[in-house]
């Protein structure tokens, strides 16, 4: 790993801090769905359905042509963008784009940080979450869809210890130094959705669309968006400027080709207490193929926010009580690597 | 009925034209969820799960604690709103906020429109679809869910007679003076999501929780929408100050009390081709209650786009190819309501 220099960080810190305060000029706010296809469904039995109070029954035929796998993406584009590419944001599992637009305790996520600094942003939903819809199973999505509990993320997501965790708010054990709004952690858990763990092939397929219809463009990913993010690089080297991955949980197996990602700088975000069991096996998986990238001649480097001081943030560091200040972090870096105008 | 002044909507027409090709001038983009509940579920028996490929495997407990029930919500804050209160949309049924934000040929959507014409807009995702995310079924969700076929609305939503669907596009037949951007019905199919039928309350009291939140205000509604419209405006006649229904596809019940509503301005918008049998039985339930609004003091007008010689226009009227024109008649009303600064 490479420490990114504070002096720079620093720098960029106080060039971005004026911007936050001001308005948005804004070009258009609009969205899309990409990719997926048509699947049919044969041999259901039909159904008599009424479907708003007052209203007549209505004979349902379950069966037919169904549109499936497709992704939704909303965009807002600048009037003067300071980037020079577009920034897409990709979430984590059993969650939606909304990872970037909002903290559980009503601030401004980082969508708003990043459209302050000057990026055109498109935040996504993952195939079969969200506003992408989701298709019926097992007939389309093998398996069956699994639900978060309240409780699993305070620990996986280091908030507190895993038996930390309580149905009571008030007999909830967080780690001292946590930076996540603790209090808004019901609130948090009403972004959750169902997922299935059946369909990576799918989800890979609608974001490899996405980059061919937008891209040239810096990429972000948080978690499960990880890899599907490292492999959409690998899928479309030429498309990619850079590549930011936020606590990314997986990575492209061992031979993969990471020479093909010698011209993408890859930045990894780690927040703390990643002594936990379950990060000690993902941290490594990570750095493996950030060694792979460097010795194809890459660049692929680690904001280690303990390192740097930044202590006690969780998992969902774009939600922690100082977002902001890891968000300009990444700007930094995002500024160094020459993308800013 | 009450068709309104043909010279108002041109005069408006007029004035908001230059709007249109202006950017936006930004305070905020954000999101929340609003209500729900925490729900408990026992007896369900434990899994193993890989989340993410070269993850290690997690036993997951599907019993627990869920966050079920909320409802997301996006705005765009304006830095100089031209609007005295924020503009809700609320979409119709297995569709999500979606419905406003786009045409499936990429025109910009509603969203757009009436942010030009100076609201604040909040648009939302019904509770269960969407953003909003879904519980396990049946034990939150009753029933199972709904999925629609991809022709399902090329008869429903009057884009051409339900026997002239096809699942080739070379071979749907429709309406000669269609409205619909008709090459793009597969692209329009992405934006659909399953609904189940049995959760009508859950919606209502998260629709219900954001007028709390977020009004007074206006809110516009689409279809299935329509009686969660009306119903939210009883519940808190005091927070709606006017209630715009496209198309609404169902009413309050008779006997519910109209008399609340007289102080709320209402219009009611319909497309064309409403000879269809479905929507010969729709609207007369919905004409019943203006008539009932109308009959304790309030005001209950109807937009009837052919009787103002609009032709063509579906169910998806902010879709269709004429959708900014159509927009810009809701405007002049709204502004006749001395809804605008």
Not at 19 to 48: C, D, K, N, Y
Not at 64 to 87: C, H, I, K, S, W
Not at 264 to 271: E, N, T
Not at 309 to 318: A, E
Request: hydrophobic residues 45%; neutral net charge.
């Amino acid at each position: 790993m490479r420490p990114i220099q504070a002096a720079l960080f620093g720098a960029a810190l106080l060039a971005s801090a004026p911007v936050a305060a001001q308005g948005l000029e804004v070009r258009e706010i609009g969205s899309f769905h990409v990719g997926g296809r048509t699947a049919t469904i044969e041999g259901l039995a039909p159904r008599e359905i009424v479907f708003s109070p007052g209203a007549p029954p209505m004979r349902i035929n379950p069966n037919g042509d169904f549109q499936v796998e497709q992704m939704y993406v909303q965009y807002v584009r600048l009037t003067n963008p300071r980037a020079r590419l577009p920034l897409l944001m990709w979430h984590g599992g059993g969650l939606t784009g909304v990872t970037w637009e909002t903290t559980p305790d009503g601030r401004p996520g980082w969508q708003m940080f990043f459209l302050r600094q000057g990026h055109d942003v498109y935040v996504s939903d993952a195939m079969e979450r969200g506003r992408s819809g989701w298709a019926r199973s097992p007939e389309i999505f093998a398996g069956e869809p699994v639900f978060r509990t309240l409780g699993e993320g305070w620990g996986l997501f280091r908030v507190g210890p895993a038996d930390g965790w309580h149905s009571d708010p008030a007999q909830r054990r967080a780690f001292a130094d946590s930076k996540f709004p603790l209090a808004a952690w019901n609130q948090f858990g009403k972004q959750s959705v169902p997922r299935w763990v059946t369909t990576d092939a799918q989800i890979q397929r609608a974001y490899d669309a996405l980059v061919q219809q937008v891209c040239p463009c810096v990429i972000m990913v948080h978690s499960q968006g990880g890899n599907f993010g490292f492999t959409a690089a690998l899928n479309a080297p030429d498309k990619v400027a850079a590549l930011i991955a936020v606590e990314p949980s997986g990575a492209p197996p061992v031979g993969a080709d990471a020479a093909k990602l010698k011209a993408i700088p890859h930045l990894v975000v780690w927040g703390d207490h990643m002594d936990q069991p379950f990060w000690q096996r993902i941290r490594p998986n990570i750095e493996r193929w950030q060694a792979a990238i460097r010795d194809a001649g890459g660049k692929a480097e680690t904001l280690d926010l303990p390192a740097r001081g930044l202590r006690g943030n969780s998992h969902m560091l774009m939600m922690d009580t100082n977002s902001d200040e890891v968000a300009g972090l990444v700007q930094a870096w995002i500024a160094a690597q020459g993308l800013m105008r």
